[in-house]
């Protein structure tokens, strides 16, 4: 017996010649499920991978106890694994992980208590809160998977409305409101089982309905009365008089450093005048002077 006692831990030291991965724990917040490990100090002339399994009811009770490979999480160097859809049921799973270095290989390090995602810790929903004609909008930035969330809304002296929403919508519109200060809480819910803080109070003014025929009538009386400024301006430059013209365009003169002062000459050679002669035309030759008298 104790021979073979020797020979199995012979065997084990030659075949697991790595740590172990230590403090192996699951982080689960909003539906988000990480497995985590602390990274292993041992000597590796490479990076140390590690390969994580689980084994949910159906493996346990269907597949005979079988382990199923994370797909994400085989020989990866980050000392975590995301498991949020490999979890997908709320049954119990059991979770391990080994490390890896070349050819050898640890021991498996299972989590110390199967885990639940129910077990998940919910956090208060990041919520804004606007005022939009006589409704609100309440929209949220991240919820978990799987979850619905429940919207109070209520105003001073007056009982309180609760609304529901899943957590795919991630926005809810409460209209037909009247002229008063609204104020909204919200919390995420899940299987009504599970349920997170409650958001801080977020109160807004309602104004009144924003009547559906405001915003077409200002957009047609603004066309209609730009139309009608320049079918004006138009109509009286075409039946301007001169007279009444002059007195809204008046030309302005030149000023002073832009007129010219100098005058321009061009000379001109005698031989370029002009030579103009005296012609006297007679009707009857016999009483026309003779040519020498002629002036």
């Not at 309440?138 to 979850?147: D, G, I, M, Q, Y």
Request: charged share 20%.
């Amino acid at each position: 017996m104790s021979l073979l006692l020797m020979v199995l831990l012979y065997v084990t030291e030659c075949v697991f010649t790595l740590p172990a991965p230590s403090r192996v724990f699951m982080e689960s917040v909003d539906m988000r499920h990480v497995l985590k490990w602390r990274p292993l100090q041992a000597a590796c002339s490479t990076a140390v991978q590690y390969s994580v399994q689980f084994q949910g009811e159906f493996e346990l009770s269907v597949l005979n106890g079988s382990w199923v490979d994370a797909p994400e999480c085989q020989l990866t160097s980050d000392p975590r694994c995301d498991l949020t859809f490999d979890l997908g049921s709320d049954s119990n799973y059991s979770l391990r992980v080994r490390a890896c270095c070349g050819a050898a290989t640890s021991a498996w390090t299972e989590l110390g208590l199967p885990f639940n995602r129910r077990d998940t810790v919910l956090t208060a929903p990041e919520m804004s809160v606007t005022a939009v004609g006589d409704s609100l909008e309440v929209s949220f930035r991240k919820l978990p998977l799987n979850a619905a969330v429940q919207v109070t809304v209520w105003r001073r002296d007056h009982e309180a409305v609760v609304h529901w929403m899943p957590a795919e919508q991630r926005l809810l519109s409460v209209s037909g409101l009247q002229e008063a200060l609204y104020c909204v809480r919200a919390q995420t819910v899940l299987q009504d089982q599970l349920r997170s803080d409650s958001t801080d109070k977020h109160c807004v003014s309602i104004t009144g309905p924003d009547a559906p025929w405001r915003k077409p009538t200002a957009v047609s009386l603004s066309v209609v009365f730009t139309a009608g400024f320049l079918l004006a301006v138009f109509w009286c430059v075409a039946h301007c008089r001169p007279d009444r013209c002059k007195t809204f365009f008046r030309k302005e003169p030149l000023p002073h450093t832009l007129r010219p002062d100098w005058v321009i000459q061009i000379p001109m050679s005698p031989e370029e005048e002009e030579l103009c002669e005296r012609i006297q035309v007679c009707a009857n030759p016999k009483t026309c002077p003779p040519e020498d008298l002629r002036p």
